[in-house]
């Protein structure tokens, strides 16, 4: 199911955390685990960091200093690329290297559209506020042509998958992504459907098993009322699941379009997310 995981690095620990999850799911294939350092071109033409104050002060000329932060900022890129390396070799996986200067979450975006998957951290080096995502990995979850693992706060197996189903289109080419991820890994896969009525609660995760089925795989459904991000998280909390998978938005007419509750789900949750668009 997957040949190539692209994995972006910055010494973070939600960078650490993906490249966790990236061996955890590329094991059983044996994938290539692209290792991608991208030093961000705006810090290289900043004129001052506030923090520290000004770079030079008037006479001084602005180039050696910018050379200085660019060898020092592909120096540590190669230091991550080389600890990343090291780590995925002794997972008895190969990998590859990219290390570019540019815009973060383009050049990961880039990177991604020749590959299975972009792993990816919550937060990275220039994180946020605890509970919130970091602005790169809520752009390339937004606009990554692939889909987006969103590694969890904890290590996972990936051996419990649980989708969130709300009947859509897009929901259900994330339901048979999921699928065929446990299908192929011999798992179990349990479907939730948010909905306050019993009978088409009842219809949605029907058609939830037909997709199952074709796969071969007899998916464990169930009906949660309230509120769909509180229900789920809920859900995956009390069981245990270890990965939750959900469309990046749902088609017109859905009960709950994940578009608005993607991003919650992943801030509600401490297990990896799998976003499909």
Known sequence: MFTRLVVGLDGSAGAEAALGAALAVGQRDHATIVLAAVTDIRLLEAPLFEAAGPLWTEGVPVAPIAADLREAFDARAKRNLAAGAERVAAAGLPSETEHAVGIVDEELLRLTEESDLMVIGRRGELHTEPGKLGAVTTH??????????????????????????????????????????????????????????????EATLERARSVAARHGLAARTHQLQGDIVAAVAD???????????????????????????????????????????
């Open 235 to 277: 859900w995956v909390a009390r069981h245990d699941a270890d990965l939750l998978v959900a469309g990046a938005h749902g088609g017109r007419g859905t009960p709950w379009p994940l578009g608005s509750h993607a991003e919650k789900l992943i801030r509600a949750t401490v297990v990896p997310v799998l976003i499909h668009r």
């Open 140 to 201: 390339i979850i937004k606009r990554s042509p692939k889909p987006v693992l969103v590694a969890g706060d904890r290590p996972s197996a990936f051996e419990r998958p649980v989708v969130a189903f709300d009947g859509g289109e897009t929901s259900t080419h994330a339901l048979d992504y999921a699928a065929r991820f446990a299908a192929e890994r011999g798992l179990v896969l349990d479907v939730l459907h948010v909905h306050e009525d019993a009978a088409e609660a």
